[in-house]
């Protein structure tokens, strides 16, 4: 039997939220181990066995830049019939035509709130990078698919420091502006903190872009992600993006930039009397069993402190 | 240069908080490494320096049931010149006699909320420890000590699962009556979530033992323990345990039972714009000498990312 926390609501959160798994594309992407497709679609089909309705499967990014996920094409038939949402990177026009041949009905464009970032990722200005995604946002709702943009460094940025926010308020309302209908908001260094997260909600809110439209997508580098959520969450947000078993950031390689664990993050949820859909014993197992194929211990701790017990 | 959060306040938070070190004496406790007493007592030093103005030394328990902290006697007097509280641990009278006969001006006992817990660490029920406390808190108050009371397992216990708020109110109202000026909330499993805490500061609350005398006191078992923090900042708290670098539960070891490291609990509260006094390079450079002391890395995700950037 899983061990579980005491179930004590709090005033002023969601009654549910709806975890945005990333842990097949961004969690692999970011792991040294090459993990084969069929392993691939097996921990796709476990994720979704456990209760997530939504699990971000693969990318269709050129493969010269994300060899990880080469295999977009062989991987997307093997999940397609799941009974859950499987959205798809797609940073232009020729990504959008392989996921729409294979039937993607959900994609994501992916942003930045910096020059540099923009720069370093996409070799574009943070306003050459919109253009490229506005025919591809377009098309997409022209076909009847959802369409999340993903922006990142909206709290910090490794080269400019922090970010103004209303830096990120302004890529916000253009993604918002060319039709996406979810925004997630990447402390893709971690350096967020709870206060810096509400002010950054509420702006948005401000200038039209509502809590309801947005996810909160940390990075626990320096341990902060669950208390980002948690101020996120009391901010009206009902959307959160986490990865099984905290895969993306190695916890031995240098620095442990790793997604916040889908794992910390139901165990709270489940506290808090917050519904996700989500059995936290199947996704423990599932998380457990990745770390096996990848032949290293999760850097999630609820995955370590529950599967000493089991 | 230390990175640094950019600083957000956030409504509803303490302008100052205490940061109450218990590295030395609960990290030390339980690490398996026998640390000498000169390195504990530049550890000290260092921690001091650091701006931590909380410092718990060592405790004054029996040498059989704890051998990490046996040098009590010889420790004390190499760092009790400091400019900074040094509480020790004392279980009974034998113990008070021990620390103030050193001097010591801070005290702490330690109670359990469940029979299992009071039953495994001090071998009593929990109202027959209570009663061992009662002339050791009545005598320290005449010797005009400041004492803390530690209440283990407030919110879920290995042996009963979870614990009733009323069994903790309980506890805690015999402590304050006995005389104890703090009483420290211990999550000593690692099972507490936000809306949990804040019901049992209320309950406290309610029952006459305000937020103001409480800290809280936090593991990170399952990755809640900030998270759990920043709830009992809104609730009022504003005393916070937590240990230098992780110390006390190895990341590497079966589970992952520490402290809330004080880095990431620094690093929020940086960000919060909450007063703390703490240097944050200085306490980063202080736990990964102790690490290297310890010959394993810090299991606090700031100290990690902090220590590989400078």
Redesign the interface.
Same mark, same amino acid.
């Given at each position: 039997m899983t061990?579980l @926390?005491?179930?004590?609501?709090?005033p002023g /959160?969601p009654a549910r939220v709806r975890v945005h798994e990333v842990g097949p594309r961004d969690g692999l992407q970011n792991e040294q181990t090459v993990v084969p497709t069929e392993v691939k679609a097996e921990f796709i089909r476990r994720l979704a066995a456990a209760g997530l309705t939504t699990v971000e499967a693969t990318s269709f990014v050129h493969p010269k830049w994300v060899p990880q996920l080469a295999d977009a094409e062989q991987l997307y038939p093997l999940v397609s019939g799941l009974d859950a949402r499987l959205p798809v990177l797609v940073p232009n026009e020729r990504g959008l035509d392989r996921a729409l041949s294979l039937g993607a009905r959900h994609v994501a464009v992916f942003a930045s709130a910096t020059e540099s970032f923009a720069k370093a990722n996409l070799n574009r200005t943070v306003d050459e990078a919109l253009a490229m995604f506005t025919p591809v946002v377009a098309r997409a709702r022209d076909e009847g698919l959802t369409v999340r943009g993903y922006l990142s460094m909206c709290?910090?940025d490794p080269w400019e420091?922090?970010v103004p926010l209303e830096q990120v308020v302004r890529v916000c309302r253009a993604l918002a502006g060319m039709g996406c209908d979810e925004l997630s908001l990447g402390d893709t260094i971690?350096? &967020?903190? @709870?206060?810096?997260v509400? &002010?950054l909600i509420a702006a948005l809110g401000e200038a039209g872009v509502p809590a309801s439209t947005l996810a909160v997508h940390f990075h !626990?580098?320096?341990?902060?992600a /669950?208390?980002n959520?948690?101020?996120a969450l009391q901010q009206g947000v009902t959307t959160v993006d986490a990865s099984a078993g905290g895969l993306g950031g190695c @916890?031995y390689a240098?620095? &442990?930039?790793g997604n916040l &664990?889908t794992e !910390?993050l139901v165990?709270?949820l !489940?506290?808090?009397?917050v519904e996700t859909g989500v059995d936290l014993g199947l996704l423990t197992a599932t998380s457990t069993w990745m770390a096996d194929r990848l032949g290293r211990p999760s850097p999630?701790?609820?995955v370590?402190?529950l599967s000493?017990?089991e």
């Amino acid at each position: 039997m899983t061990t579980l @926390p005491m179930t004590v609501p709090a005033p002023g /959160l969601p009654a549910r939220v709806r975890v945005h798994e990333v842990g097949p594309r961004d969690g692999l992407q970011n792991e040294q181990t090459v993990v084969p497709t069929e392993v691939k679609a097996e921990f796709i089909r476990r994720l979704a066995a456990a209760g997530l309705t939504t699990v971000e499967a693969t990318s269709f990014v050129h493969p010269k830049w994300v060899p990880q996920l080469a295999d977009a094409e062989q991987l997307y038939p093997l999940v397609s019939g799941l009974d859950a949402r499987l959205p798809v990177l797609v940073p232009n026009e020729r990504g959008l035509d392989r996921a729409l041949s294979l039937g993607a009905r959900h994609v994501a464009v992916f942003a930045s709130a910096t020059e540099s970032f923009a720069k370093a990722n996409l070799n574009r200005t943070v306003d050459e990078a919109l253009a490229m995604f506005t025919p591809v946002v377009a098309r997409a709702r022209d076909e009847g698919l959802t369409v999340r943009g993903y922006l990142s460094m909206c709290f910090g940025d490794p080269w400019e420091g922090p970010v103004p926010l209303e830096q990120v308020v302004r890529v916000c309302r253009a993604l918002a502006g060319m039709g996406c209908d979810e925004l997630s908001l990447g402390d893709t260094i971690g350096v &967020a903190t @709870p206060g810096h997260v509400q &002010a950054l909600i509420a702006a948005l809110g401000e200038a039209g872009v509502p809590a309801s439209t947005l996810a909160v997508h940390f990075h !626990d580098t320096y341990g902060q992600a /669950l208390a980002n959520t948690l101020a996120a969450l009391q901010q009206g947000v009902t959307t959160v993006d986490a990865s099984a078993g905290g895969l993306g950031g190695c @916890p031995y390689a240098k620095s &442990a930039t790793g997604n916040l &664990a889908t794992e !910390d993050l139901v165990w709270m949820l !489940d506290g808090l009397g917050v519904e996700t859909g989500v059995d936290l014993g199947l996704l423990t197992a599932t998380s457990t069993w990745m770390a096996d194929r990848l032949g290293r211990p999760s850097p999630s701790r609820t995955v370590r402190a529950l599967s000493h017990k089991e």
